[in-house]
Structure formats: structure tokens, C-alpha cells
């Protein structure tokens, strides 16, 4: 069993910077594809980011250039946020899955095993 837990989330200006974390049990962090998605009220969760075991990284167009994904030990797991608009605002969640993520289609939010509950990110205009 792994759990997941985000924080660092809350209220910013456009144009302003965020951090959020994920804390996570054991060594998940080390050994398997770790991810960060996003979700909006009534809409699909959307991945933003992954990295790999080996330390690469992974996203979305959305918000390439302007998002960091980083680990600095075996059981956390960050995304720096700059540059923010007002649609980065949503809850954010990081998950863990069991595997490399070159070996899965790490964007498809089905294939994670453990997930956070979630952060809120909210960017005003």
C-alpha cells in the first residue's frame, strides 16, 4: 500500500509562481513512473507531468515551459508552477504507477495505481 499526499496548493495572481508537493510513502518515488494530473469541475483529469526513475520529464503542452516537475528524495515529488493563467487553476493531484513510464502511456490517468487527494490551485486574473 502507498499514499499520496499533496500540498501546497492555493490562490496566486496570473503570472505569479506555485509550488505544490507530494509526500509519499516508501520508496515509490525512487523506483517507479510518478505523474501529476490536473482536474476541473466537469471535466477528464488531465495529466501535466511526469517524471521517470532516471530523472526525466515529461509534459504537457499546456504547460510546457512554464511547469517543473522535480524529486529531491525517494518520497517527494514537486511541481514548480510559473508563468500561471488563469486556466492552470484546478485541483491537482500527483499518483504513483508500478512501472518505468516509458513502458506505459503515462498521460492515461487508468493506469496509476495511487493517487493524492488533491491540492487546490486557484489563479485569478
Known amino acids: 500500500q502507498v499514499w499520496l499526499a499533496e500540498s501546497g496548493g492555493g490562490s496566486v495572481e496570473a503570472g505569479g509562481s506555485l509550488t505544490v508537493s507530494c509526500a509519499t510513502s516508501?520508496?515509490?518515488?525512487?523506483?517507479?513512473?510518478m505523474g501529476w494530473f490536473r482536474q476541473v469541475p466537469g471535466k477528464e483529469r488531465e495529466g501535466v507531468a511526469i517524471?521517470?526513475?532516471?530523472?526525466?520529464t515529461t509534459y504537457s503542452d499546456a504547460v510546457k515551459g512554464r511547469f517543473t516537475i522535480s524529486r529531491d528524495s525517494a518520497t517527494s515529488v514537486y511541481l514548480q508552477m510559473n508563468s500561471l493563467k488563469g486556466e492552470d487553476t484546478a485541483m491537482y493531484y500527483c499518483?504513483?504507477?508500478?512501472?518505468?513510464?516509458?513502458?506505459?502511456?503515462?498521460?492515461?490517468?487508468?493506469?496509476?495505481?495511487?493517487w493524492g487527494q488533491g491540492t487546490q490551485v486557484t489563479v485569478s486574473s
Open positions: 517524471i521517470e526513475t532516471d530523472g526525466t
Open positions: 516508501g520508496d515509490a518515488v525512487a523506483k517507479y513512473c
Open positions: 499518483a504513483v504507477v508500478f512501472e518505468l513510464c516509458a513502458t506505459i502511456s503515462h498521460s492515461d490517468e487508468n493506469v496509476y495505481s495511487y
